[in-house]
């Protein structure tokens, strides 16, 4: 099992940016891929992207591509999601997810995190 923490949330205006970090601990060795979601007030859950753990290739939800980065410090167990450019509409709480299947779809995880409140006013 793969434990996950999420942190960086806050309140920022239309414009800024901020870095959401996620730290896994546990069977972290498994891990395939990391992935990041999210989901606003009376919305599902939104894929955003995700990083294969051991190469650092990327996939990004369209709305988010060219504005969100993930990367990854294997190091420190941790997944980070840099979100530049953000809009009143990227306003939900984010969560990421550890995914043990190398042949997992990209919506497919074992593990997740509690959440990080993310709000953007305009």
């Known amino acids: 099992q793969v434990q996950l923490v999420e942190s960086g949330g806050g309140l920022v205006q239309a414009g800024d940016s901020l870095r959401l970090s996620c730290a896994a601990s546990?069977?972290?060795?498994?891990?395939?891929?990391m992935g990041w979601f999210r989901q606003a007030p009376g919305k599902e859950r939104e894929f955003v992207g995700r990083?294969?753990?051991?190469?650092?290739?990327?996939d990004y939800a369209d709305s988010v591509k060219g504005r969100f980065t993930i990367s990854r410090d294997n190091t420190k167990n941790t997944v980070y999601l840099q979100m530049n450019s953000l809009k009143p509409e990227d306003t939900a709480v984010y969560y990421c997810?550890?995914?043990?299947?190398?042949?997992?779809?990209?919506?497919?995880?074992?593990?997740w995190g509690q959440g990080t409140q993310v709000t953007v006013s305009s």
């Open positions: 990083i294969n753990w051991s190469r650092g290739s990327t």
């Open positions: 997810a550890a995914s043990r299947s190398a042949y997992a779809s990209k919506y497919e995880y074992d593990s």
């Open positions: 546990g069977r972290t060795s498994s891990v395939y891929f």
